[in-house]
């Protein structure tokens, strides 16, 4: 059973060797750190955070991504949604949720992973970027990879053992980021 | 004898790795692995998601970026909605060394035609792939046409590493790539070099490839958003992540013009509440580094941007591109 690493690379030092001896002992704990490096670089890449205007004109409010998945077993996304409301503002289409998908999850019907807005009446974000209310969300964190309604939950993509470009949506956001929610347990059987 | 890349990257079962008190089958996987690392690390060196009218018009975004030491080979997915059903439009990408707003010297790096979804606002994804930016770059420049109908809207900008292989000799990011002529026998000898190496290439890959933390981008000369007077404006505050990360030392950049007045300090950003750097609007670029605390753990780690704009008074500011670069 063999997960991904998650090691933290502001504590190393690169410029140490692994083994400062010319000629240590052919001890197991230096192939155990060897194997480390490799296991810690194939981690999750950074998330980064999009601050990006969904204009207020309702053909446009959605907006289309892909992001970069490392080579480390994740099998499911989740987003992280910037949010910017007038709540005195009527919302031009009429919906009260943040639409999403990935395209592993599916992009029509019940696939689409719908986020409540935190105010019943979502304004425009455009016209209040900048000012107005403002808060983050995440997407749900539920794992249903097959529902039958659209709810807010997890979002499906391949685990794999080498690198991909997850095409993926959302609408009605000041901003959106992206992080690797669940992990293939065992990297063995990918 | 070759640089033999792993079609995957090689887990190592448990078994295999505590059996022997040293074996060269697995550590001749693990150097392996260092040479899939090389190939196949592959973080979005730009991610962007331009914030911009539908326009009828051609657009350029300004956009900078840290390229890898080796003169990598990139790929570019764009993503762009229009209107109107099966437009013809192209995309093209220049990069600079030395930027300098309208009197930057841009070099070609791919222009390629396409045409739009055949469904009138639907998703067009325009790809262009193996392209090299050499290590010189600075400045990336996306320009993309007009439709003949209707408008267009730039939704997201991916340009991720997509190197053919690995290559003999010590390259200019460090990376020396394993021979598995030199490990291949059950009896090769297990030299400190090897463990060695393993440490070091995965060091000069990760930090030679710089990762795009935070992005915030306009249509260069017709910025949808503009500040105007001398109080700051506060944007939504948005969340990058770094998972494992307990700190991160990040690199901000700005292209940014002022009407007139000062042009120094005139964005900041950080942390709510906590530590921030001031960007300028300068005759070029801008870049600031900042080192800030993760919060949460694992997977979860992150870091909370706020950026705030201002211009001086009876002035405005017009920020076509800020952008964070992270590395480990």
Redesign the interface.
């Known amino acids: 059973m063999r997960k991904a690493i998650l090691k933290d690379w502001s504590k190393v030092d690169w410029g140490i060797e692994a083994v400062p001896e010319a000629t240590p002992p052919a001890l197991l704990k230096y192939l155990l750190e060897a194997d480390m490096w490799g296991m810690g670089a194939i981690a999750p890449y950074c998330g980064c955070g999009h601050l990006a205007d969904s204009v207020g004109d309702a053909q446009v409010e959605e907006r289309y991504f892909g992001v970069a998945l490392s080579p480390s077993g994740a099998n499911h996304l989740r987003f992280t949604l910037a949010q910017s409301w007038d709540a005195t503002t009527a919302d031009p289409t009429g919906s009260t949720v943040h639409e999403s998908w990935t395209n592993t999850g599916g992009m029509a019907g019940a696939d689409i992973v719908t986020t409540a807005a935190p105010v019943a009446n979502l304004g425009n974000p455009a016209g209040k970027f900048g000012g107005g209310s403002t808060a983050l969300v995440d997407t749900g964190d539920t794992e249903d990879d097959a529902p039958t309604v659209t709810k807010d939950r997890l979002f499906e993509v391949s685990a794999s053992l080498l690198p991909a470009i997850e095409s993926c949506k959302t609408s009605k956001v000041a901003g959106f980021s992206v992080y690797a929610a669940l992990m293939t347990e065992n990297l063995e059987l990918l | 004898m070759a640089f033999n890349v792993p079609a ?2 090689q ?4 078994s295999q ?2 059996s ?4 060269t089958t ?2 001749q996987k ?2 392996e ?2 040479n ?2 090389y190939q ?5 060196l730009v ?8 326009v009828g018009r051609a657009s350029e975004y300004h956009v900078p970026m840290s390229p890898s030491a080796d003169g990598l080979r990139y790929d570019f ?1 764009t ?1 762009h ?1 229009f ?1 109107a059903a099966s437009q013809a439009f192209t995309v093209s990408v220049d990069y600079t060394a030395t930027y300098a707003y309208g009197a930057t010297a841009w070099t070609a790096l791919y222009s390629t035609a396409y045409t739009s979804s055949a469904t009138a ?1 639907g ?1 067009t ?1 325009a790809t262009a792939t193996a392209i090299v930016i050499p290590a010189s770059a600075n400045v990336l420049r996306f320009s993309v046409t007009a439709p003949a109908a209707g408008n267009r ?1 730039d ?2 900008f ?1 340009v ?1 590493p997509s190197p053919s292989g690995v290559s003999a000799g010590v390259q200019p990011s460090g990376f020396a790539p394993f021979d598995d002529g030199l490990l291949v026998s059950s009896s090769s000898a ?1 030299h ?1 070099e ?3 190496r ?3 290439n ?6 030679d490839r710089h ?6 981008v306009q249509e260069y000369g017709s910025a ?2 503009t ?1 105007s007077g001398a109080e700051w ?17 990040l690199n901000f950049r700005a292209i940014a013009t002022v009407s007139a007045g000062a042009g120094t300090y005139r964005m900041r950003i950080g942390t709510p509440g906590g530590s921030s750097t001031y960007l300028s609007a300068l005759t070029g670029e801008d870049s600031q580094f900042i080192t800030l605390p993760t919060v949460g753990t ?3 780690a ?4 706020q ?1 705030w ?1 201002r211009a001086t008074a009876g002035n405005t500011l017009a920020p076509y591109s800020v952008i ?1 670069m ?1 590395r ?1």
């Open positions: 995957k990257y887990v190592i079962p448990q790795l505590f022997p008190l040293m074996a697995p550590l693990i150097v692995n260092t899939f690392l196949y690390h592959r973080p979005a991610s962007v998601a331009p914030s911009s009218f539908p997915e993503r909605v209107s606002g998703l994804t809207r939704h997201h991916l991720t297990v400190t090897w463990l060695n393993v440490k070091s995965v060091g000069d890959v990760l930090t990762q795009m933390c935070f992005s915030f949808m958003h500040f404006s506060i944007l939504p505050t948005v969340r990058a992540y770094f998972p494992g990360q307990k700190e991160v030392d694992g997977n979860t992150h870091v909370d941007l950026l704009c964070g992270w480990p």
